[in-house]
């Protein structure tokens, strides 16, 4: 029986850092580590500090085209033969203008995904950041939705007739603000027949997403041979792996041969602004307790013996906290324009979202056990009434899927959406996140 797979995000910083040989990581970014081991979780012949024997999710990874594609074979560059790479076609940057739509290609983005990946979507046109304005000036480089949908469309197409590598899985994507338009969407693009579906603009919306898994159930899609993955992009809460978890043991039940897969940057995206998970809370929606470590602390006050509250693989490792946190280079103060000792939080942007992702990891797996019981009373104990409730909820969904469910649906979970959304703005300290650097 499947588990929805929840596949680790890796940002741009990451990239650069597993770029250099594990020696040159160590004697950098490891000094105040005892055993040294390696970050390359993603591949089982590192002696790393976890991986795919600790947790299968582990073994996945996805990195984004739209920021990569400069660097020629990331793949081997990173040692990540041995990993599931799943490759994000880069519609997010084409959508936020972080990419030049006119370098950026179809042809460009296929040829580096079937060269890096093992799944990844077609180049789609995302329709979220539509109206939306910055500086005054419309973020979105397409004028409309049809726009939006024709490229996709084009893109679909120029994948079906040009794609040259067989073993990959290409997925095609749904796009929408609404329920109507995503149905639309899929009355045009779903000419192209690929193996699996990818569904964006939700941020782990369920008043979205199980509307848009009936209509593909609905349409037959689940039921094509070759169709084996549905991804959700951009998932930013950890109830929403709750939940997930739950659609895949729907889909095992009703006897529907696809996976679900979905990612998250919250990992190592929090990791900047000196995010440190501490602990699961099972019985709250957040579903993880968090601390700032900030880089305006007086870190020469620590105590020379503390340890991090943390027996994470990772966090058990550094055995001179002290040092680890103590990090200086000689910087330009930009208001005094005077070259002083300036705290760095290197070694711990890059190495500190390890322990953040292990600490999800074991999170989402005693989460699997407890919805492995199937015994709704438990799931009323181990998890908040209300995420409870709302997976019998599903069960009635999906005994009944023709019903028009979107109501209820957006009732349910529309309000937990947008406070979601309103904190995940709050933690990364802005509007959603950062791109490039230690954000996806």
């Known amino acids: 029986m499947k588990d929805a797979i929840y ?67 990331l793949r081997s560059k990173i040692n990540a033969d041995k990993a599931t790479v799943f490759i994000d076609s880069g519609g997010y940057q084409l959508a936020q203008q972080t990419v030049n739509y006119k370098i950026y290609t179809d042809k ?13 979507p077609i180049l789609d046109r995302p329709t979220f950041s539509l109206g939306m304005m910055r500086d005054g000036k419309p973020v979105s480089p397409y004028k409309d939705y049809q726009e939006c949908l024709d ?18 899985a ?29 569904l964006g603009g939700t941020r782990g919306n369920l008043g979205r997403i199980v509307p848009a898994m009936l209509f593909l159930i609905e349409h037959g899609e689940f039921a094509r041979e070759e169709c084996k993955w549905f991804h959700v992009f951009g998932v930013t809460s950890n109830e929403s792996m709750v939940y ?10 009703y006897d529907i041969d696809v996976q679900i897969t979905y990612d998250s940057t919250a990992w190592n995206r929090g990791c900047v602004y000196g995010n440190y998970m501490l602990r699961p809370k099972y019985v709250t929606s957040s579903g993880m307790e968090s601390m700032s470590w900030s880089s305006n602390f007086d870190y020469k006050k620590m105590a020379k013996d503390f340890k991090l509250p ?6 058990s490792d550094i055995k001179d906290v002290y040092g680890f946190f103590n990090y200086y280079e000689m910087k330009e103060n930009k208001e005094t324009k005077k070259v002083e000792e300036t705290i760095v939080f290197k070694k711990y942007n890059t190495t500190i979202g390890f322990h953040n992702l292990y600490l999800q990891l074991d999170y989402l797996e005693n989460v699997q056990r ?22 019998l909820f599903l069960d009635r969904v999906f005994e009944n899927p023709k019903k028009n ?27 959603g996140g950062i791109q490039n650097g230690l954000g996806l």
Not at 185 to 198: D, L, N, P, R, V
Not at 310 to 315: D, H, T
Not at 371 to 383: M, R, S
């Open 244 to 253: 997930f978890q739950y659609l895949q043991m729907l889909l095992n039940k």
């Open 151 to 168: 490229l996709s469309v084009n893109s679909a197409k120029y994948y079906h007739e040009n794609r040259t590598n067989s073993k990959c």
């Open 170 to 198: 290409i997925l095609n994507v749904l796009q929408g603000r609404k329920i109507s338009e995503i149905q639309n969407w899929y009355k045009h693009i779903s000419k192209y027949k690929f193996e699996g579906w990818g």
């Open 310 to 315: 943390c027996s994470c693989p990772v966090c």
């Open 370 to 391: 407890v919805l492995d019981c199937g015994i709704p009373e438990v799931y009323q104990e181990f998890f908040p009434k209300k995420i409870a409730d709302n997976l």
């Open 405 to 431: 469910w979107e109501g209820e649906l957006n009732v349910r979970f529309l309000d937990t959406h947008i406070k979601n959304e309103m904190k995940s703005k709050k933690d990364d300290g802005g509007e």
């Open 7 to 73: 596949i680790p995000a890796y940002s741009d910083g990451l990239m650069t850092f597993l770029e250099n040989d594990d020696k040159h990581i160590r004697e950098v970014y490891q000094p105040d580590y005892d055993k040294k081991k390696s970050f390359r979780i993603y591949n089982e012949d590192f002696d790393s500090y976890y991986n795919r024997k600790d947790f299968e999710a582990a073994h996945y990874m996805l990195v984004s085209a739209g920021v990569q594609y400069k660097r020629d074979d």
């Open 108 to 120: 460009i983005a296929l040829e580096w995904s079937e060269k890096n990946g093992d799944i990844f």
